[in-house]
DNA sequence: GAAATTAATGTAATCGTTTACAAGAATAAG
DNA sequence: CTTATTCTTGTAAACGATTACATTAATTTC
């Protein structure tokens, strides 16, 4: 392994030099700078980062924490975030959790002892309580998708309870009564969403049946019993909304319509596209921007 | 940030005796390990990794490439990775290549001078020749799903002709006479599938015409366009074989078949299946088994 | 043309660990 | 009771970069 101390050697000069021309530093006559990556070149050397980690305190890796790989929404979410780091000069690393609090916790460590830049995390039910312990210290995090509770952390959401309440007031209006949901157990996010959905029939003085509501795991499987059960209804609904994509399928499924394979497409129409506004709570320091607590602001998504 | 110097001076000891205590080696008096356990504790101390990695030159980070994250077959193999690493107190850093050879080489560098303990690749159509700056050194390497040419390095393969080759003589056997074939373009495993197909045909005396045959992009959609395609022919195929789980899902909607959305369940149950033995071919220096040039082996999988 | 500034480079400390080596204490061997 | 081992611990040198500081040379300023 050809290290600096080798680059400087060959070209005659001292590693601070070599260093300078690296992180393209002044104060190098430009003779010495083209002499450097001559032989650079030639070494084919290639800085160790970890070294450079270690000494500069600062790491190009962005680690993102998602709660199911196999969701088709955290794979967009996966890919944007990796594209738009590799835009800027900073690498992905993946975890994923499973909705797993003690894989999570085991990342999160992981990551911090790995001095990463930055980390972006979806947290599973029972974050709070390890999250603490990355959040004290000065690695930006932004927590996304799901909130979390006790702890003061940049929080990237849509607006859940607007959504559902759009999406139940439309079928509503649109003389369909007795709406079912399904809804993912647990998070947040389902929470909120029942919330909006039960918000829009309160506001048609329209009493939901409570067997219309069904919580359940968020995958494909579980959407499908779950509109099974919810058909088998002596009274079955007229409308099934559901709070996720994957449930959603399921849904389709169950129902006997035929479902597009092409992921984001014609799959879920409604589902995919934005449902609401986009808001994104900052509390804690952000990787180029000065931390900003508490503040609430309505980013520009086109 | 607290250093193995603090718990060090807390405990009266030396960092030599407090990275023993840690790295569980023998000869310190139990006493002694006890109170530096006890400080460790108490002081919320967890070692720097990236200082750890640099003086001892190992990390527990193995590198996942893969050719595209929302591929199935990835995201099993991903998962897969993952359960393996973890088990064996490693993790995994996953990289998306987006079968870009541009990207992969960004990521095998990138792997590369983060010092991972080991790299993973499913390689995209030219990895070859940057792919040996990777392999000359010393980073244990293995190559999974696709074959890379001139360059020796262990490789994870199915026997994509025998695989597809039995595929294919089933519908032949059972009277399918005219069989469409979508491949995916460009992978040795399309071209290899293919073969199998063509020698199928071949021991039945029968002539394939080549309209029958299509490579293209290994998509959903592709294969949805590539089916319409084959079913507008004059004289249409009366069976279909796909090189692909996503080709089969987009052939199956193009014609018309209901598809279920439980991932490596109902959806394909023939090619989510194993489709013919599995053969490793070892070259490079693996985790922790010595090297075994050159050897083909046939593992137990069960 | 002397003083002050700026440029170009090198020396050596530093980041937080691991680990080779040294050294003293305790135990075993004879 | 000496000598040889083994235990226990500490000191200090790595690992491969960055960077504060020092130093000399080249410019600028007045």
């Given at each position: 392994m050809v290290s600096i101390k080798d680059v400087a050697e060959a070209a005659g000069v001292s590693t601070a030099t070599v260093s300078r021309v690296l992180a393209d530093k002044?104060?190098?006559?430009s003779e010495v700078r083209d002499q450097v990556m001559a032989v650079v070149k030639q070494l084919n050397y290639r800085p160790n980062r970890v070294a450079r980690n270690l000494r500069s305190?600062?790491?190009t890796i962005i680690g993102l924490i998602v709660s199911?790989?196999?969701?088709p929404f955290f794979q967009q979410v996966s890919r944007a975030v990796e594209d738009a780091a590799h835009g800027q000069g900073y690498s992905v690393m993946l975890c994923n959790n499973d909705e797993d609090a003690e894989k999570e916790k085991k990342y999160l460590r992981l990551l911090r002892d790995e001095n990463v830049a930055g980390i972006i995390l979806s947290p599973?039910?029972?974050?709070a309580d390890h999250f603490s312990e990355i959040v004290?210290?000065?690695?930006p995090t932004v927590v996304i998708d799901r909130r979390v509770s006790n702890v003061e952390v940049d929080n990237i959401l849509i607006d859940n309870v607007q959504a559902a309440h759009a999406m139940t007031t439309h079928l509503l209006e649109h003389g369909y009564g007795r709406i079912g949901a399904i809804f993912g157990i647990g998070s947040t996010t389902g929470r909120e969403r029942r919330q909006g959905y039960l918000k829009a029939f309160k506001e048609q003085n329209i009493q939901p049946s409570s067997d219309w509501v069904i919580h359940t795991n968020p995958r494909a499987e579980d959407g499908f019993t779950a509109t099974l059960k919810l058909l088998q209804?002596?009274?079955?609904?007229?409308a099934i909304l559901t709070s996720n994509s994957l449930l959603a399928a399921g849904a389709l499924h169950a129902s006997g319509k035929k479902v597009s394979p092409f992921p984001g497409k014609s799959l879920l129409p409604a589902l995919t596209r934005r449902p609401g506004p986009a808001w994104s709570y900052r509390h804690s320091p952000s990787l180029n921007s000065p931390p900003m607590k508490s503040a609430i602001r309505r980013p520009s998504y086109s």
């Amino acid at each position: 392994m050809v290290s600096i101390k080798d680059v400087a050697e060959a070209a005659g000069v001292s590693t601070a030099t070599v260093s300078r021309v690296l992180a393209d530093k002044p104060h190098v006559r430009s003779e010495v700078r083209d002499q450097v990556m001559a032989v650079v070149k030639q070494l084919n050397y290639r800085p160790n980062r970890v070294a450079r980690n270690l000494r500069s305190r600062k790491s190009t890796i962005i680690g993102l924490i998602v709660s199911d790989i196999e969701n088709p929404f955290f794979q967009q979410v996966s890919r944007a975030v990796e594209d738009a780091a590799h835009g800027q000069g900073y690498s992905v690393m993946l975890c994923n959790n499973d909705e797993d609090a003690e894989k999570e916790k085991k990342y999160l460590r992981l990551l911090r002892d790995e001095n990463v830049a930055g980390i972006i995390l979806s947290p599973t039910r029972q974050t709070a309580d390890h999250f603490s312990e990355i959040v004290d210290l000065d690695i930006p995090t932004v927590v996304i998708d799901r909130r979390v509770s006790n702890v003061e952390v940049d929080n990237i959401l849509i607006d859940n309870v607007q959504a559902a309440h759009a999406m139940t007031t439309h079928l509503l209006e649109h003389g369909y009564g007795r709406i079912g949901a399904i809804f993912g157990i647990g998070s947040t996010t389902g929470r909120e969403r029942r919330q909006g959905y039960l918000k829009a029939f309160k506001e048609q003085n329209i009493q939901p049946s409570s067997d219309w509501v069904i919580h359940t795991n968020p995958r494909a499987e579980d959407g499908f019993t779950a509109t099974l059960k919810l058909l088998q209804l002596p009274e079955p609904p007229n409308a099934i909304l559901t709070s996720n994509s994957l449930l959603a399928a399921g849904a389709l499924h169950a129902s006997g319509k035929k479902v597009s394979p092409f992921p984001g497409k014609s799959l879920l129409p409604a589902l995919t596209r934005r449902p609401g506004p986009a808001w994104s709570y900052r509390h804690s320091p952000s990787l180029n921007s000065p931390p900003m607590k508490s503040a609430i602001r309505r980013p520009s998504y086109s």
